[in-house]
């Protein structure tokens, strides 16, 4: 609730820029790339928020609507991965699941500078920032078998009667940092966590449904452990929905403007 408050609070000032605060006479476009590490936090890591599992990458464009308020469309590629056999508890390694995805997100993001900065022109060559926004996941669970790639989803592990759902609202938020390298050359570094709406980005989420049905495959992608789970015991953990996060560091263009204000 207090996330989606701040994040509502945030918009809602961006919206009294439009309304009628100052702004610029004319708005400047950024351009920019990122790049770096990607975390999750589900039912395979319940408690390790900032264990980097895969690589990221992405791209931006934004317009900066004044030094302190830009807003932009956000695309980023993604990679998280987990594995029982690999923790240190030994419940999770008698468990044995496992799984790897691709992440496909792009959200329209809001950000806030805590000092005057604008690329392309005013005072401050730093400053700290926090960002926050709307946005879209896909994802698509996988185990490798023996050199065989099964996508776990069509397998319904969890005995669902519908394959569930492989893509997901968010909400990204986080932090982070700018520096003006030239007049129209930004060097960024940020941390930002983003809340899904799924609890099944690790193919994870209710109870085992002792699945026999005579495809091994399901039986075994649904119990890697290959005991006899009870019926309706946790497969995961009681966490409602997945989250993972985003840790990049880019570089942006932002385009002169002859027209554009000056500070």
């Not at 992405?58 to 900066?64: A, I």
């Not at 009667?161 to 492989?166: E, G, K, L, S, V």
């Amino acid at each position: 609730m207090k996330l989606r408050n701040g994040l509502l609070f945030l918009l809602a000032l961006t919206g009294l820029n439009f309304m009628g605060m100052p702004v610029s006479q004319a708005q400047n476009l950024e351009i920019g790339l990122t790049a770096g590490g990607t975390a999750y936090m589900g039912d395979l890591n319940p408690d390790h928020p900032f264990k980097i599992s895969g690589e990221a990458a992405g791209g931006f464009v934004k317009l900066n609507l004044d030094p302190y308020w830009s807003l932009g469309i956000h695309y980023t590629y993604g990679r998280i991965t987990a594995d029982d056999a690999k923790s240190s508890q030994a419940d999770f390694q008698q468990r044995n699941l496992k799984f790897y995805t691709p992440l496909h997100e792009i959200a329209a993001i809001v950000d806030f500078n805590f000092m005057e900065y604008f690329a392309g022109g005013g005072r401050k060559r730093f400053t700290p920032y926090v960002y926050a926004g709307i946005g879209g996941v896909l994802f698509n669970p996988k185990r490798k078998v023996d050199d065989e790639v099964y996508y776990l989803r069509l397998y319904r592990t969890e005995d669902q009667y519908f394959p569930y759902r492989n893509y997901s609202f968010t909400i990204p938020y986080g932090a982070g940092v700018k520096f003006k390298l030239k007049s129209n050359l930004t060097l960024l570094a940020n941390i930002g966590y983003r809340s899904t709406f799924t609890d099944y980005m690790d193919d994870v989420s209710g109870v085992y449904h002792g699945i026999t049905d005579g495809n091994l495959m399901r039986e075994y992608l649904a119990n890697p452990a290959l005991d006899n789970r009870s019926f309706g015991a946790q497969r995961g953990d009681s966490r409602k929905s997945d989250t993972y996060m985003f840790s990049q560091v880019g570089l942006s263009y932002t385009f002169p403007c002859k027209d554009c204000w000056t500070f």
